[in-house]
């Protein structure tokens, strides 16, 4: 008898035993990333995923900073400081060219820029001649697609017309509100902002850069990407891939639930307020593609910015170490 109970402890303690490894060795820890995006268009498909990530939704942790300096970027992408960086098209190739430890990882904002005056008199590209048009992003993506759309339309950049270059977008904003300039090539969701705070009746959006690119080009207008650490693609691929889910659903989100999404992304800072918000995002453009397709975006745009001037991608088109396809 004292056998049969002995031998039925000793079994319970077994069970026991197994059922508490099994829950250890099925419960994962989460990764934490750190993030890094710019405000506006490019920050703006990580706000649902900041969301959830706050409220324990998402499969990995994340720590997302935001800033409005290229140049932070820029120099976080050198230091190596993120896992995880949305940056604007041109830049990813450019710090790779520098050395920076990265891979393209996704394309997450498609064309966002928009011709805009205070009048009626842009209907099209040549309607810009021998106008002054401000705009900012010199020796950034916005000039390239500028010049590229311009060029491809028999303008000259250099002597159709004047493109005064300021360093702050709302700078420019804040002077097509007053009516004090008259045209402007300006992103969203400045475009949205301006409109808002515009104390003349007159002030309209005059054309859609990414249809006029469409129209000179069979390349998909990309703007906004999203680079790994090679380190965490190395020893957290698992991570990279939950990521990816985390941002396929934050973007489906904001895309898909705009009054809600408006709220979130206001809350976090990404754009000024909430009524901004709503009004902008559907002309953000903001798409998570990765894999092959996402490749095959970022080789194709980064080869016309090449072509129309090879400084814009760093002076080289990066080696197919640059591209990492994940869950494709």
């Known amino acids: 008898m004292k056998r049969r109970i002995i031998a039925l402890v000793m079994a319970v303690l ?66 190596g400081t993120y896992d995880i960086i949305a940056m604007p098209v041109n830049l990813a190739s450019v710090v790779f060219n520098k050395g920076a430890d990265y891979s393209f990882l996704a394309v997450n904002t498609l064309g966002v820029l928009y011709v805009v005056e205070n009048g ?108 790994v650490s090679n380190k965490l693609l190395k020893e957290n691929k698992d991570a990279v891939k939950k990521f990816l889910k985390d941002y396929t659903d934050s973007v489906n989100y904001i895309n898909n639930n705009k009054e809600d999404a408006a709220k979130i992304v206001a809350k976090y800072g990404i754009v000024p307020n909430e009524k901004v918000a709503l009004n902008a995002i559907p002309n953000c453009n ?18 016309v910015l090449f072509e129309a001037n090879p400084k814009a991608v760093g002076g080289k088109l990066p080696t197919d170490e640059f591209y990492a396809i994940v869950n494709d």
């Open 14 to 79: 077994f069970l026991s035993i197994s059922v508490l490894t099994g829950c250890n060795a099925n419960k994962t820890e989460k990764a934490q990333l750190k993030v890094l995006a710019l405000k506006g268009p490019t920050g703006i498909g990580l706000s649902k995923l900041w969301d959830n990530s706050d409220n324990n939704l998402t499969e990995n942790k994340y720590e997302v900073t935001l800033t409005t300096d290229t140049s932070d970027v820029s120099a976080a992408a050198i230091a």
């Open 120 to 227: 009626n008199n842009i209907n099209s590209l040549n309607d810009l001649k021998g106008k002054t048009v401000y705009t900012t992003g010199q020796g950034a993506t916005p000039e390239y697609i500028i010049n590229y759309v311009l060029k491809q339309n028999d303008i000259d950049p250099q002597t159709d017309l004047t493109l005064e270059f300021v360093a702050d977008t709302s700078e420019i904003s804040s002077k097509l509100a007053a009516g004090t300039i008259d045209v402007a090539i300006i992103p969203e969701p400045f475009v949205t902002s301006t409109k808002f705070a515009s104390q003349t009746n007159n002030y309209r959006v005059a054309l859609n850069l990414t249809e006029e690119w469409n129209k000179v080009s069979e390349t998909s207008l990309v703007q906004g990407v999203i680079v």
């Open 286 to 303: 903001i798409v998570c593609v990765y894999g092959k397709q996402g490749v095959d975006y970022m080789k194709a745009m980064l080869g």
